[in-house]
């Protein structure tokens, strides 16, 4: 696939999102924008699908592992190195995509670039690579090699290296019940193994420790199947994304060698029991730059946060720019804001920014039940996906902070994988290009408790991490 510009490139995948199917292009074989035959790794997926579909094929019937074919292994390998599921429409089954006039190469070192019409030295680069210059390589930064290529440490192999999975504790069962937001503890009736990362005042840390493709957590069902849930923050130079994901895996062999694959799941589940962070912007916003309209007609009600009585609104929105992929549609609660009112700005506004989170989860807990027009008369269940939304300002018309409270819980039908993304973006790091939405780098998670379950042969199993 070619884009002209990084612009066109995200634009894609602005598609993507915003297609109306769940599957973006199921087809066997798409073209390039350039006409040329293109089969991405998407696509691949499919074939694979249809194949085993038409074979019969069921892993539960064969007493020892299955062997892969080369396409199944090639498939295996692209899906470990491709976290974000939207980039399996994008990059073919050799993991190459232009953009700009410049080739990229994921390989399981990191990322290779280099000028199109230098493209042969991109595989003269691969093959003469020392491993070790990955470990010199600051997560996510890029050296200069010979001819022209420039190398990226996509999945930060200095940091997986040193990682120590003690860092991750097992939570014991009892204290595994609470939940950071006091009011919600969806994770119940999934089965999940809890998980604590202790080194957690900023989400930036979590990140920084959980850099690189192969740092999970997993929960069997049998020997042969189980599920996987990544939490991941990788750059590919060309794009860079963060997020969660989980997998619904089975073991098979290639070469006599054992592999866990991905397999198709009859469902797939991805919750949040509470996540609060803050956003900071060096140039403050006007509010419509910051939100859009709701899809439907507002709904209001009267509450207390932090001792002051205000008007709350909610409404539904639809392909919400934060918490990408997570859901078509999603609630919002915010106070009622009266722009250009300086008393309620300072004596209002500003003070709810501030309120004990446990206070604003409990709000929103009570749009249970309320409706919402979308465009249809809706009521709101209790797992339905939720964001309590606020902002603060040192003028009454634009605003330097907001805080988002994430809540709620979305299942999908025969998936292999899904990926939830917090961050999304293009060039060749985090800062580079016209960038919206809340990036990992300037959007500070201060506590976190979410899960990744699939279900299999009659129950769900999954793995939920928190912080504290």
């Known amino acids: ?64 592992l299955e062997e892969m074919t080369e396409d199944e292994y090639n498939l295996m390998k692209a899906e470990n190195l491709l976290l974000d599921d939207a980039l399996t429409y994008v990059v073919d089954t050799t993991l190459r995509v232009c953009v700009e006039n410049r080739l990229y190469k994921i390989t399981e070192y990191g990322t290779f670039s280099t000028e199109i019409k230098n493209s042969k030295n991109i595989e003269l680069a691969i093959r003469d690579f020392e491993p070790s210059t990955s470990i010199r390589v600051a997560p996510g930064a890029s050296v200069e090699l010979n001819n022209d290529v420039v190398f ?17 504790e097992t939570i014991p069962t009892v204290l595994a019940t609470n939940s950071v937001s006091g009011e919600n503890s969806f994770h119940t ?20 420790k959980l850099r690189g493709k192969d740092v999970s957590k997993t929960n069997n069902f049998n020997k042969k199947k189980r599920v996987k849930v990544n939490v991941f923050d990788v750059n ?60 439907g007609a507002w709904g209001k009600f009267t509450g207390k946060l932090n001792d002051l009585q205000s008007n709350f609104i909610y409404g539904n929105y639809h392909k919400l720019p934060f918490i990408k992929d997570w859901v ?25 920014y501030d309120s004990p989170p446990n206070a604003v989860y409990s709000l929103l807990k009570s749009l249970d039940n309320r409706y919402i027009y979308n465009p249809i008369k809706k009521q709101i269940t209790p797992k339905d996906p939720r964001v309590g939304y606020f902002v603060w300002g040192n003028s009454t018309v634009t605003f330097n902070k907001e805080r988002p409270y994430v809540v709620g819980v979305q299942e999908y039908s025969s998936r292999k994988s899904k990926s939830v993304i917090f961050d999304r973006s293009f060039g060749l790091n985090f800062y580079n290009g016209a960038v919206s939405g809340f990036l990992p780098t300037e959007f500070d998670i201060k506590k976190l408790d979410m899960f990744g379950a699939a279900y299999y042969d009659g129950k769900w199993l999954g793995i939920r991490f928190i912080t504290e």
Do not use: C, H
């Open 1 to 64: 696939m070619s884009f002209p510009t990084m612009s066109s490139l995200e634009e894609y995948f602005e598609e993507i999102q915003n297609s109306d199917s769940e599957e973006f292009y199921r087809g066997e074989m798409t073209r390039s924008k350039n006409g040329k035959p293109f089969e991405s790794v998407a696509s691949l997926q499919k074939r694979l699908e249809k194949i085993q579909t038409r074979s019969g094929y069921n892993s539960e019937d064969l007493s020892d």
């Open 152 to 168: 990226t440490n996509s999945f930060a192999t200095t940091i997986q290296e040193n990682f120590d999975l003690s860092e991750l």
């Open 189 to 208: 009736g999934y089965n999940v193994e809890t998980y604590k990362w202790k080194n957690n005042s900023v989400f930036q840390k979590f990140l920084d």
């Open 236 to 295: 590919y130079q060309f794009y860079a994304s963060a997020g969660i994901k989980v997998t619904m895996e089975k073991r098979k062999r290639f070469l006599g060698i054992p592999y866990w694959v991905s397999e198709t799941a009859s469902k797939l589940v991805i919750g949040f029991n509470g996540m609060e962070g803050e956003m900071k912007y060096s140039n403050p916003r006007s509010f419509s730059n910051i939100l859009p309209t709701p899809s």
């Open 328 to 352: 078509d549609d999603i609630i919002i609660m915010m106070p009622e804001i009266k722009i250009g009112n300086q008393d309620w700005v300072a004596k209002i506004g500003n003070k709810i």
